[in-house]
T-cell receptor
Framework: DAGVIQSPRHEVTEMGQEVTLRCKPI?????LFWYRQTMMRGLELLIY????????DSGMPEDRFSAKMPNASFSTLKIQPSEPRDSAVYFC?????????????FGPGTRLTVL | TQLLEQSPQFLSIQEGENLTVYCNSS?????LQWYRQEPGEGPVLLVT?????EVKKLKRLTFQFGDARKDSSLHITAAQPGDTGLYLC??????????????FGRGTQLTVWP
């Protein structure tokens, strides 16, 4: 299996531009998670989906952030408009089922820099 | 406020030394996981502990879940440069509304020098 696939791996954009991050979870996994990692705040959960349905989006910083999961094999995280404080590494992770013991499999991350 | 506190935040040691890192909370978890993250990559699961007092060993790594399921420790014997990385603990609750969600600590950055 190819694992969780994220694109792009690196994104540099200017303040005010729209940014779209993409994720393909592991086939057959029912849960998908979007995280943001910074030195200051560590690894923060932004939103997660079970069976393509958003379960908890309380970690989404503000209305500029939105996430969709139109089908079981694809999800997007969009930032519009982007700001310099959004600079971080964004990870997508998937797990087989919504269990308290399920392993989360992380993608390689997208390093976002907003100038 | 972080639900899980990890200490120390940074640890720099020589090859061959032993070390212990800690993960503490005031909350009771149904399970706790430890992940290791290397530069430029996502975290990778090392172990899951589910029973209070449980001890699991993975080669030179020993993981323990506290009796009250509020804390955990990771002990590494004879550390090697390949152990270098960010060690993250993550707790989970057995609750319907948050089932499947992990609450991550901020991690311990370990550097092992040859």
């Amino acid at each position: 299996d190819a694992g969780v696939i994220q694109s792009p791996r690196h994104e540099v954009t200017e303040m005010g531009q729209e940014v779209t991050l993409r994720c393909k979870p592991i086939s057959g996994h029912n849960s998908l998670f979007w995280y943001r990692q910074t030195m200051m705040r560590g690894l923060e959960l932004l939103i997660y989906f079970n069976n393509n349905v958003p379960i908890d989006d309380s970690g989404m910083p503000e209305d500029r952030f939105s996430a969709k999961m139109p089908n079981a094999s694809f999800s997007t995280l969009k930032i519009q408009p982007s700001e310099p404080r959004d600079s971080a590494v964004y990870f997508c992770a998937s797990s087989p089922d919504p269990s308290d013991r399920a392993e989360q499999f992380f993608g390689p991350g997208t390093r976002l820099t907003v100038l | 406020t972080q639900l899980l506190e990890q200490s120390p935040q940074f640890l720099s040691i020589q090859e061959g030394e032993n070390l212990t890192v800690y993960c503490n909370s005031s909350s009771v978890f149904s399970s706790l996981q430890w992940y290791r993250q290397e530069p430029g990559e996502g975290p990778v699961l090392l172990v899951t502990v589910v029973t209070g007092g449980e001890v699991k060993k993975l080669k030179r790594l020993t993981f323990q879940f506290g009796d009250a399921r509020k804390d955990s420790s990771l002990h590494i014997t004879a550390a090697q440069p390949g152990d270098t990385g960010l060690y993250l603990c993550a707790g989970a609750y057995l609750r319907g509304s948050t089932l499947g969600r992990l609450y991550f600590g901020r991690g311990t950055q370990l550097t092992v020098w040859p």
